[in-house]
């Protein structure tokens, strides 16, 4: 068999060097005179690279570069049997470089995810993995529902590709800025004709945020473990949307992570249904869902873990107990140990259930909220 060699240019920066040169095969059975061959650029960013092929194509290849090239040299050689093997075999494994090199330069940047508080961004990073930066704009010693961002703030979030919401009147800072709503994903939107309401909240304060109370939609929406699910799957949506290449991996990851919440909501099925209508109180009302979904018995106050509360708040909480005898008081965080004393003496005690608006500590997501179900089983025990 006949073949001829003929020098074109072709990019090659794909690979990574800054000069190179092959033989690439470009093969036509005898009579064919409609080949497929690849046109090449010229230019100087371009280094050679030698292709064969047989008679019939050759007609084809020299329009793309003898016109171009006056320096493109023709030459015949005769190939036996064993010498066109091996030519095909090289071929092969350099197509299969050129093919991963240009995957390599094409792959996209990891995208750029603002999430509104850390169960949403354990959320995004556990699904998205390295295809994703996520940030958690909130300060570590604050509240995210009660963060204001700075002018700084709100650029970086204009920056971003895709900000999370939590949805349920959680971002009060969201209609003071300016935002494209292409890039806003309400995650708990699903599920909005389950949100609960407060009436009449008390107004208080607790940590930088200032005075505020929890009037209106109840906002803790993901403690709700069934509702959280339903969250992770609206992030995987939103960031699949933006990076349809990664929709299967992402969402194979989604599934894991449901498992993961599927089996939490389990847990806490089976602990509240081990005692039912076991009176409980909560420190904070920021369990309204935990509740309702796990059929909790609880009746809730408004004090903080690091403030003792004024001589009339535990005057109403004598009261409480007049009528709902829990032995248990649940909280945001470890209380004082003059408030956990004081408790006792009314024969109540003190178990956390973090709710983890904030980035933790130590561990994630999961390994926060299992460390709360073992907590809980103190009160069920």
């Given at each position: 068999?006949?073949?001829?060699?003929?020098?074109?240019?072709?990019?090659?920066?794909?690979?990574?060097?800054?000069?190179?040169?092959?033989?690439?095969?470009?093969?036509?059975?005898?009579?064919?005179?409609?080949?497929?061959?690849?046109?090449?650029?010229?230019?100087?960013?371009?280094?050679?690279?030698?292709?064969?092929?047989?008679?019939?194509?050759?007609?084809?290849?020299?329009?793309?570069?003898?016109?171009?090239?006056?320096?493109?040299?023709?030459?015949?050689?005769?190939?036996?049997?064993?010498?066109?093997?091996?030519?095909?075999?090289?071929?092969?494994?350099?197509?299969?470089?050129?093919?991963?090199?240009?995957?390599?330069?094409?792959?996209?940047?990891?995208?750029?995810?603002?999430?509104?508080?850390?169960?949403?961004?354990?959320?995004?990073?556990?699904?998205?993995?390295?295809?994703?930066?996520?940030?958690?704009?909130?300060?570590?010693?604050?509240?995210?529902?009660f963060w204001k961002p700075t002018a700084g703030e709100v650029g970086d979030m204009q920056k971003?590709?895709?900000?999370?919401?939590?949805?349920?009147?959680y971002e009060k800072w969201l209609p003071r800025v300016t935002l494209s709503k292409f890039k806003?994903?309400?995650?708990?939107?699903?599920?909005?004709?389950?949100?609960?309401?407060?009436?009449?909240?008390?107004?208080?304060?607790?940590?930088?945020?200032?005075?505020?109370?929890?009037?209106?939609?109840?906002?803790?929406?993901?403690?709700?473990?069934?509702?959280?699910?339903?969250?992770?799957?609206?992030?995987?949506?939103?960031?699949?949307?933006?990076?349809?290449?990664?929709?299967?991996?992402?969402?194979?990851?989604?599934?894991?992570?449901?498992?993961?919440?599927?089996?939490?909501?389990?847990?806490?099925?089976?602990?509240?249904?081990?005692?039912?209508?076991?009176?409980?109180?909560?420190?904070?009302?920021?369990?309204?869902?935990?509740?309702?979904?796990?059929?909790?018995?609880?009746?809730?106050?408004?004090?903080?873990?690091?403030?003792?509360?004024?001589?009339?708040?535990?005057?109403?909480?004598r009261k409480i107990l007049a009528t709902h005898p829990a032995k248990w008081m649940i909280w945001?965080?470890?209380?004082?140990?003059?408030?956990?004393?004081?408790?006792?003496?009314?024969?109540?005690?003190?178990?956390?259930?973090?709710?983890?608006?904030?980035?933790?500590?130590?561990?994630?997501?999961?390994?926060?909220?299992?460390?709360?179900?073992?907590?809980?089983?103190?009160?069920?025990?």
């Amino acid at each position: 068999m006949s073949f001829y060699f003929i020098f074109c240019s072709f990019p090659s920066s794909s690979l990574g060097m800054k000069s190179w040169k092959l033989r690439l095969p470009v093969f036509s059975q005898a009579g064919d005179h409609k080949a497929k061959v690849p046109k090449p650029e010229l230019g100087n960013k371009y280094k050679y690279i030698e292709f064969f092929c047989s008679y019939p194509s050759l007609k084809k290849l020299g329009k793309h570069c003898s016109k171009k090239d006056p320096q493109t040299p023709f030459r015949k050689v005769d190939l036996g049997g064993a010498d066109l093997f091996i030519l095909c075999f090289v071929w092969l494994i350099l197509s299969l470089l050129l093919s991963n090199a240009s995957a390599g330069d094409t792959e996209s940047p990891p995208l750029k995810v603002i999430a509104a508080n850390y169960p949403l961004a354990y959320f995004a990073e556990r699904i998205g993995g390295s295809r994703v930066s996520v940030n958690l704009p909130a300060p570590a010693n604050e509240d995210p529902a009660f963060w204001k961002p700075t002018a700084g703030e709100v650029g970086d979030m204009q920056k971003a590709e895709l900000i999370l919401l939590n949805g349920a009147d959680y971002e009060k800072w969201l209609p003071r800025v300016t935002l494209s709503k292409f890039k806003l994903t309400d995650t708990s939107a699903g599920f909005k004709n389950a949100y609960i309401r407060i009436e009449n909240a008390v107004t208080h304060s607790h940590g930088p945020s200032g005075m505020h109370s929890h009037e209106g939609i109840v906002f803790t929406t993901w403690l709700d473990f069934d509702q959280a699910a339903i969250q992770a799957e609206a992030v995987a949506q939103a960031m699949a949307r933006k990076r349809p290449e990664f929709k299967t991996v992402m969402m194979d990851n989604l599934k894991s992570l449901q498992n993961d919440l599927a089996a939490l909501d389990s847990q806490m099925k089976g602990l509240t249904a081990s005692k039912p209508r076991v009176p409980l109180l909560g420190s904070h009302p920021v369990y309204q869902y935990l509740a309702r979904r796990y059929e909790l018995n609880l009746k809730s106050v408004h004090w903080e873990p690091n403030e003792m509360p004024p001589n009339e708040e535990w005057e109403g909480l004598r009261k409480i107990l007049a009528t709902h005898p829990a032995k248990w008081m649940i909280w945001e965080a470890k209380p004082s140990e003059a408030i956990v004393a004081k408790l006792t003496e009314l024969g109540v005690g003190s178990l956390v259930f973090d709710p983890c608006a904030n980035r933790p500590e130590s561990g994630n997501f999961l390994d926060v909220m299992g460390i709360n179900v073992e907590h809980l089983k103190y009160a069920y025990r």
